[in-house]
């Protein structure tokens, strides 16, 4: 098995080790576990959780249905696809939630919650399927599992669809042999032109992590790294893994209000329990705490400090000014200089261009007003581009990333460059943002996912299958 | 295999005559073995890839404070993988350099505490905890290690509010088995069990802590004699985690329960031929001696020794648990008192009390043994083995009535509580 296994959030390493922050064991580094030298009761303290680590967020105008959005949320990092007898599926017990801005204030104006039952057939048997599963009903497929889909606006909660179907990992020839048919099976119409689909698929995101956790190496630029190697060609390390995804299409005119631009987030949160309750007796399931959230691609990896990421995590987007110093100083631009000597130093002080890219939204682009909050703004008023370009914005797409986020947009290079004051000529012209050279050609070397992706709902690729999944 | 070797290995460095008897008794030569470790395992959840990442990082910049960090908890993580103490010796000391280079950083002090709590220093881990919560005091992990320690100290309403703020900062598998366990030890055994099925939801989806979490809630089951239910846990386990040791060591103890020695015997022979825990080859060596092979009982307990002086010199604290095995098995009895004496002191917990008061018990001094008996049930924990203990100090008093009660708790709870002792407490009560 890779070693990249062992870092549960890619994202999160992806700048972490350049910024000599990679710190965490605590989400990084070695798994969980408990305890098997000594006797004493160790439950595990270091939990990589994946259920719960949101690993990607993507919302953007859906190509071929453009009066509507789709927000694609991902979890369960690495996946091996080969990694029976252990399958995928999301936590029964965790809310998760698409949250939408519509406003600018941070707060939630309508959400979308999603919950999941596991359903098992025989509870005789511990096999995933006693035979070919044909179908989404089929009676060989024993462990499945469902999910309902609750729209909240306000305090008004309208359940939009339950016992939806998750279609089953992508296991093998004899297993799953017509796989695109169990998971277009899984395509759930709801009420209101609303698409959705929740189960496995190939991880969109891609990346070069080998080179990256060597210190913080980008392959194209090696003869400029502190310690010099050829330069070479990237190499995509996620290749080959799956994830769990929630996929949601609504129509646009459900989600906006005035302003065509939201802000969207994604979270995942748990029931809190405590020991005993005040007047002595137990509660099976207390609140939900939200446990993980996700706005922008890598700001929790790389600008939030170690001992703040617990806390960063559990906070509302609305409450994040209190967080406006990591945007405003990052740690990783003086970094830059420091593994790269060759390259002109960007500012590590005073970045108020990542506080509006990545807090408040982009003047003329996608700006929500002046209160500062971690959300992926997508201004759903600009069109879907026949050929997205991978740099988006930076290269004069305003249908990417910053601007929503599309699931070919290269965000290690976008927010490479971003940080190393690399926005290049075009965003320089238009919006008078920084452009020193040559730190806007940075990039990782990788490029594209390995895998197609699709020109229809729910567009991630199908998952990689466990059969053939090293040939 | 690995593990065979790497203790086997590992023993080399205490004494000759440990290694020999290790070597005698799992047929195999450290030297080669251990070259020949890392192909050999089943296991892909391993930190030794991440060991060897870490390892060049260093050789690269071997002032860099954090990585000596991550080293120092992938080598702990390589002692829970292998059960190879020496690890934490490793860890030690890339930890301590880590916090020489970077005094305040938070893995590298959490870290220790984990490592502490491994050990059983328990004070030191709770300072270490309580330093790890100066740096970061919204970080659920610096809980865990400060309700841990306290838990083993005995300063269980401090420990219970440590694990609620936990559970309340970061709802998951760490802290909702925190809640169970805070749970199980006051006696709610139906709450433990539903904490801890919202571990096992939250650890959905991953092979070792699905399984850790199946397997303790198969435990909680069996506390309370449900061996049907604690057996389906113990297997649903071992489908997430083909092999997985402790499944193995908890299904051996139902087998035997339900009078299948020898299947009980090959079960825990593969437990303890992956990780040679103390407890599993003791309760290999009890199985023989059920099966009237004392020759074999023997080594196995024999084997026990040699384990605990491994822990030892790897700093690992072993008096409670060598206390407890000595007692039980009739070892040099005035020493295991003394050690039950040294471990309560050390470890004011309702274990360190239930030890020590077992141990003055067994030494003849039932009187003494009683008020710590009381204060080992003080929590009310429904533990069939300590009510078994308190049941035979009150017979020793001529408490016949009191006597009675517990040992019928005792069986009441779980008639196959211990395959020593549940023969025991029948026998008494008839």
Known sequence: MRTALHYPRLAFTVLGLLAGAIALVIAVGPGPQAAKASSHREAPLIATDPTA????????????RPDTVTIVANYIPFEEPAGGPNFFNFDPSALYTLHIDNNGDGRDDVAYEFRFSTETRNPNTFLYNTGPIGSLNDPNWNVRQFYSVTRVVGHHETVLGSHLPSPPNNIGPRSTPNYAGLASAAVNTLGG???????????????????????????????LHLIPLPDAPGVDDVAGYNVHSIVLQVPISQLVSGNPTIGIYASASRPKIRILTADGTQRHRGPFVQI?????????????????????????????????????NPELAALIHVLYPGLPAPPATGRSDLVSVLLTGVPTLNFTGPRPSDELRLNTAIPPTANPDRLGVLNGDFAGFPNGRRLGDDIVDIELRAIACGYGPILHQALGLCDLQPNDQLGDGVDANDRPFLPTFPYVALPKQGYDSHT | MRRRLLIAGAAAAIAAAALSLGNALRGGSGQAAARSAPAVGIRPDSAEPTVGQLQARLRANPRDAHAYALLGVAYEQRARETGDPTYYTKAGGVLHRAVALAPKD??????????????????EALSLGRKALRLSPTTALSYGIVGDALVELGRYPAAFR?????????????????????????GQTAGAIQAMQLAV????????????????????????GRLDAAEHQYRAALAAFPGYVYALDALAQLEAARGQTAKAISLERRAVDDVPLPQFVGLLGDLYRLQGRPALAQRQYALVGVIQRLLVANGVKTDLETALFDIDHGIRLPHALALARRAEADRPSIDGDDVLAWALARNGRCADALGWSRKALRLGTRDALKLFHRGMIEQCLGHRSAARSYLNRALALNPHFSIVWSPVARKALR
């Open chain 2, 106 to 123: 938070l893995v590298a002090t959490s870290g220790l505490g984990s490592l502490a709590l491994s050990r059983h220093r328990f004070r």
């Open chain 2, 162 to 186: 440590a694990f609620d703020k936990m559970a309340g900062l970061k709802p998951g598998l760490a802290s909702y088995s925190r809640i169970a366990y805070g749970r199980e030890l006051l």
């Open chain 2, 201 to 224: 939801d939250a650890a959905t989806s991953e092979r070792e802590p699905a399984a850790w979490a199946r397997w303790q809630l198969g435990k909680l089951y069996w506390s309370v």
């Open chain 1, 53 to 64: 680590d949101n690993t990607d967020l993507y919302a953007f105008v859906s190509p071929d």
């Open chain 1, 193 to 223: 032109g609303i698409k959705v689909f929740a189960g496995q698929r190939d991880d969109p995101f891609f990346v070069d992590l080998g080179s990256i956790f060597d210190l913080g190496g980008l392959r194209p630029f090696n003869s």
């Open chain 1, 292 to 328: 993980s959230r996700l706005g922008n691609p890598l700001v929790n990896e790389v600008l939030i400090p170690l001992g703040e990421k617990d806390y960063w995590n559990r906070q509302d987007p609305s409450d994040d000014s209190q967080f406006i110093g990591h945007y405003l």
